[in-house]
Nanobody
Framework: QVQLVESGGGLVQAGDSLRLSCAAS????????MGWFRQTPGKEREFVAA????????YYADAAKGRFTISRDNAKNTVVLQMSNLTPEDTAVYYC?????????????????WGHGTQVTVSS
C-alpha cells in the first residue's frame, strides 16, 4: 500500500503561481510512476501531468503545457507540480496518484493509489 498526501493548494489570483506537493509513504520501494489529476464538481477527473519513476519521461495535458512543470525527488518520496500563470479555469481539486506501470499516463484507471486532493481556487 502507498499513501499519498497532497499539499500546497489555496486561493490565488489569476496570473499567480502555485506549487503543489505530493508526499508518498508506505511501500515506496516500488517504482511508481506519478500523476496529477484535477476535478471540478459534475465533471470527470482530468489528467494534468505525469512523470515516470526515473523522472526521464514527463507527460502533460494540453492545458498544462508551457505553464505547469512536474518533477520528483525519489530520495524524499515527493512529487511536485509547479503551476504558473494560473487562470480561473484551473480551479479544481487536484489529486496526486501513483501507478506501477504508467503504461497510459492520461487515464485515471492506470493509477492504483490516490491522495485525497487539495483545493486550488483561482480568482479573476
Amino acid at each position: 500500500q502507498v499513501q499519498l498526501v497532497e499539499s500546497g493548494g489555496g486561493l490565488v489570483q489569476a496570473g499567480d503561481s502555485l506549487r503543489l506537493s505530493c508526499a508518498a509513504s508506505g511501500r515506496t520501494e516500488t517504482d511508481y510512476g506519478m500523476g496529477w489529476f484535477r476535478q471540478t464538481p459534475g465533471k470527470e477527473r482530468e489528467f494534468v501531468a505525469a512523470i515516470s519513476w526515473s523522472g526521464g519521461n514527463t507527460y502533460y495535458a494540453d492545458a498544462a503545457k508551457g505553464r505547469f512543470t512536474i518533477s520528483r525527488d525519489n530520495a524524499k518520496n515527493t512529487v511536485v507540480l509547479q503551476m504558473s500563470n494560473l487562470t480561473p479555469e484551473d480551479t479544481a481539486v487536484y489529486y496526486c496518484a501513483a501507478s506501477v506501470a504508467l503504461a497510459w499516463p492520461v487515464s485515471p484507471y492506470e493509477y492504483e493509489y490516490w491522495g485525497h486532493g487539495t483545493q486550488v481556487t483561482v480568482s479573476s
